[in-house]
């Protein structure tokens, strides 16, 4: 028997039993055990069982064996018990009331009915759902500051830089804050799932050339933070498996960061960068043909190129168009897609009595109109499924209309209502008319046939 099977033994003996544990978790060198009944764990005899360094009862039985192992432990008792880390384990039925036993039954049957998309679906919610109130706090703060300074008013001040400063903070560092959460999610060790949005996102790729380009910074976009990220957490639990305790900690985080750090530049980054350079060209082929189609089109399928990273391939667009012309026409019209999600949000907030979706909802909205999409878009539309495709539905009408109407923008930036003040040629009110068209079509599309009351149970 290998030795931390017979230490993952000798601690279930000791703490009741593999039906006593309610939850499994563990951090760099302490498994965490939350038992049903405390009273049936022998400490005295857990505190001497050999391989065990310590032991602390705080709410938590924490046990001390130290880094490495400790993930070998977990993952023996988790076969043991059949919890995942961090799962939590189902109440006996036998002592339930019947209101609980119902619940319980309704429980079951929504695991029955998850698919794979829907776990991938509720998979993003849970990465992005705990940095929403970043976003909502950064992106109020970014929108309101952006929009003063789209309307040339205290641009060089101190006070300005400042809340430019504090309103960027977290979407200038939000890859890396992605990439922890999805360690987190899929259980592998966070940092590594940050190092992960670090590379993707670091200033140092435009310095390396491979196959014959330099990267380009933020290729992959968040999406590609993700699956990099879920791929660190992949090689390392692989890696663990083979790799002596003694010197896990060691060569396990190293062998990992190596293997898929070389593979996200060879491969992701890479890839990407084909995917919008194809974009850009489609970009332009559809700029050619002009009209109602082209703004319907580009404004229904910007936030899928958003999730993607390919949207950074229309930046040299928009430059070439206000060196060439002075402005933009193709920013206000991408500028819709974040607008029919908040369309969309607003049709939710209506229809659902999920209170914890309406409080993300609550929060997001105000950042949203300002033009700052991601708590809307990462915490509500795209985990839910259909609102996201209804709230591009909703964007592509007012794209139609901001292409007819030939609105353009001196500058870009932050979309929403804060890109008012760089409408050119003062259309100011037929930019705003168009977010309204958005909106309108946005609420319409997602209360009609985008949302139904189960799907908030992904979030």
């Given amino acids: 028997m290998k030795k931390e099977q017979r230490i993952a033994n000798d601690i279930l003996d000791n703490v009741g039993g593999k039906e006593n544990i309610q939850r499994l978790a563990h951090c760099m060198t302490r498994l965490r055990l939350s038992l049903k009944d405390d009273s049936k764990a022998n400490i005295a005899a857990l505190k ?55 619940a319980l039954e309704r429980e079951k049957i929504k695991q029955k009915n998850k698919t794979p998309f829907k776990l991938f679906l509720r998979r993003i919610g849970n990465i992005f759902i705990p940095l929403i109130p970043g976003l909502v706090a950064s992106g109020i703060i970014n929108g309101l500051a952006n929009f003063a300074k789209n309307a040339d008013y205290g641009v060089d001040s101190t006070w300005m830089q400042i809340l430019l400063l504090l309103g960027s903070g977290i979407f200038t560092y939000l890859a890396i804050l992605v990439g922890w959460n999805t360690a987190k999610e899929f259980g ?21 050339t491979i196959y014959g380009e330099p990267l380009v910074v933020g290729r992959g976009g968040l999406f590609g933070v993700i699956f990099a990220a879920w791929l660190m957490t992949f090689v390392e639990k692989r890696v663990r498996t083979v790799m002596p305790s003694s010197v896990d900690i060691i060569f396990t985080p190293l062998i990992t ?9 060879y491969a992701v980054v890479p890839v990407a960068g084909v995917l919008s350079d194809g974009i850009t060209s489609g970009i332009n082929w559809v700029l050619d043909i002009g009209g109602v189609v082209a703004g319907a089109l580009l404004a229904g399928f910007f936030l899928p190129l958003v999730m993607v990273g390919l949207h950074h391939g229309l930046t040299p667009i928009h430059l070439e168009l206000i060196e060439k ?14 607008a029919g999600q908040v369309g969309a949000a607003i049709a939710i907030f ?3 009595k999920n209170q914890r979706l309406r409080n993300i909802i609550k ?23 259909r609102p996201f495709i209804t709230a591009c539905l909703g964007a592509a009408f007012g794209g139609a209309f901001q292409a007819v109407m030939k609105t353009a923008a001196l500058g870009i930036g932050v979309s929403g209502l804060s890109l008012i ?20 079509f946005g609420f319409l599309f997602t209360y009609l046939f985008g949302f139904k009351e189960e799907m908030a149970d992904n979030i």
Wanted: charged share 15%; proline share 7%.
């Fill in 325 to 338: 012309f002075g402005m933009t026409p193709l920013f206000p019209i991408l500028a819709m897609a974040g």
């Fill in 48 to 102: 001497k069982t050999d391989g065990v360094m310590g032991v602390v009862h705080d709410g938590t039985l924490q046990i001390v064996v130290g880094p490495g192992i400790v993930n070998k432990i977990a993952a023996e008792i988790s076969k043991e018990t059949g919890l995942a880390v961090g799962e939590e384990a189902q109440p006996d039925e036998g002592d339930l009331t019947f209101s609980e036993k119902a």
């Fill in 257 to 265: 960061l190596l293997a898929v750090g070389f593979f996200s530049l």
């Fill in 350 to 352: 209506v229809k659902t």
């Fill in 188 to 208: 592998g060790t966070p940092v590594l799932g940050a190092i992960a949005g670090a590379i993707l996102f670091n200033p140092m790729l435009a310095e390396i």
């Fill in 421 to 440: 003040p760089l409408i050119a040629d003062n259309k100011y009110f037929i930019y705003f008319f168009g977010l309204i068209i958005s909106y309108l």
């Fill in 363 to 385: 929060g997001g909205l105000p950042v949203g109109l300002l033009g700052i999409g991601e708590p809307l878009l990462y915490g509500v539309t795209l985990p839910l499924g």
